[in-house]
């Protein structure tokens, strides 16, 4: 599987963008996760398919929003007012594991992840 971020940006604050993962291949479960400059990886969210069932970590609860277009094989995250916070390289991942309500990444060595896109959000 091969996947293909983009939508990233620059943003002010309360601003909004759209991140989409092109999906190259079958994918049963996708995640968004963000790293910031000297911070650890965390995850962003989730979704499964073809259920659709999303999770969310609580930072993004409320702001974000994850989606599949299955005619597009395309993972979305609509990321509405955004924070100074959010600043991070995103980073869409498959396949992930939802344990406990923590969403974990792939395993190292399996799955595939997307080359990053950043997103930078200031006044």
């Known amino acids: 599987v091969q996947l293909q971020a983009s939508g990233g940006g620059s943003v002010q604050p309360g601003g909004s963008l759209k991140l989409s993962c092109q999906v190259s291949?079958?994918?049963?479960?996708m995640g968004w996760f963000r790293q910031a400059p000297g911070k650890e990886r965390e995850a962003v969210s989730c979704i499964s398919n073809p259920d659709g069932t999303t999770y969310y970590a609580d930072f993004s609860k409320g702001r974000f929003t994850i989606s599949i277009d299955k005619a597009e094989n395309t993972v979305h995250l609509q990321m509405n007012n955004l924070k100074p916070e959010d600043t991070a390289v995103y980073y869409c991942?498959?396949?992930?594991?939802?344990?406990?309500?923590?969403?974990?990444?792939?395993?190292?060595?399996?799955?595939?992840w997307g080359q990053g896109t950043q997103v930078t959000v200031s006044s």
């Open positions: 291949g079958n994918c049963y479960s």
């Open positions: 991942a498959t396949p992930v594991t939802v344990i406990g309500g923590t969403i974990w990444p792939p395993t190292d060595g399996f799955g595939s």
